[in-house]
């Protein structure tokens, strides 16, 4: 019966991790795309005025190397 309950809360504990790890990719994505639109937005506000749009076509990579989760590698896609 020992056995039984360790490997269950084994399997419960990689549950909880799993979903902690899914929940920060989920976070630093919506961050990135927050981030992204902001700046845009500001872009159109500030720049249009002037016939000036020097950071409206940002690549997606120049932001994606900002964010990154805890010990993983940057997002870039």
Same mark, same amino acid.
Do not use: A, G
């Given at each position: 019966m020992y056995g039984n309950?360790?490997?269950?809360?084994r399997l419960h504990? #990689? /549950?909880?991790f799993?979903? #902690? /790890?899914n929940f920060l990719k989920l976070k630093s994505i919506i961050i990135k795309y927050l981030i992204n639109i902001t700046i845009r937005f500001i872009n159109?506000?500030?720049?249009e005025s002037n016939n000036m749009l020097p950071l409206f076509f940002l690549n997606k990579k120049s932001i994606n190397g900002i964010i990154s989760n805890n010990?993983?590698?940057p997002i870039l896609k």
């Open positions: 309950e360790m490997i269950s809360e504990r #990689y /549950n909880i799993c979903k #902690y /790890n159109i506000i500030f720049f010990d993983e590698k």
